[in-house]
């Protein structure tokens, strides 16, 4: 089933505004999406310079493509896959080892959410799989108002140890907010292993805050 | 009533299926596991709103955005695309 999607209002408007050289409607465009876009290239490239190209590859892409932009996708998820298209031929050329199948097969073993030792044993009489010891309690010292940059560094470094595909999804995701629908559309991911890359980064995330509180405690 | 709806959520259980919790993709039997495990769990309460505390966070981390001289070469680049278009 492959609809032909009608291109949404504000999709048109920006199309209109983009195609009769709009200079604000671009710079919008530019400022709205760069910071994900360069987030993205990141996870396929081997530096920040050579991702900063990419990114800027893809918006001259964009102004030569869009003349010919017929609304199949919405704006934003056309610009996201050109970007895809040119960091991954990048990556090619690099001859950088990505693990592309990670993104395509999250199945490999090994990757339980919470150290399985933290749980009594599968044989014990009462409480099977559950918390050896009561859980720490540190989401409340995780609240806006009173987190710390400290926690805040541990949490971007954190995300930067991610393995790659786990990195790009918890960061669109979380960091930047985006739906799950798009993310999928993207990185070319079903929503069942979309939501595998999630729940392991963000796990792990939520692990290395848990190491962090219980050394701060 | 069938095995499943009667089994009781362990907390390992719980922590493997928390993402498909929030994400509402649960499936409806094992979404009332789990909600009856929470209810009586602490621990585990504490465990979905560390969750909850970390997508928070995430949203807070800042983004990099591109370098100023590169905004600006792009800014050139989209002139001399809207001057070649004239006549178009």
Known sequence: MTPIAEMSSADGDLIDRLRSGDEAAFVCLVNTYSASLKRLAMAFVSSDAVAEEVVQETWLAVLTGIGRFEGRSSVKTWIFKILTNRAKTRAIRERRTINFSELEDPSEPGHAAVDPARFLAASHPTWPGHWASPLETWSASAEDAVVSRETMRVLQRGLERLPPAQRIVVALRDVHGWPAVEVCEVLGLSEANQRVLLHRGRSRLRGALEVYFAGNA | ?88
């Open chain 2, 1 to 88: 009533m069938n095995d499943d709806t009667l089994r009781e959520m362990a907390c390992q259980e719980l922590v493997e299926v928390i993402t498909d919790y929030l994400e509402g993709t649960l499936p409806e039997v094992d979404l009332t596991r789990f909600e009856a495990h929470l209810a009586s769990c602490p621990s585990c309460q504490e465990y979905v709103e560390q969750m909850r505390a970390l997508v928070r966070l995430s949203g807070k981390l800042s983004t990099r955005s591109l370098e100023p001289a590169t905004v600006d070469s792009l800014l050139s680049a989209f002139r001399r695309w809207r001057d070649s278009q004239t006549g178009l």
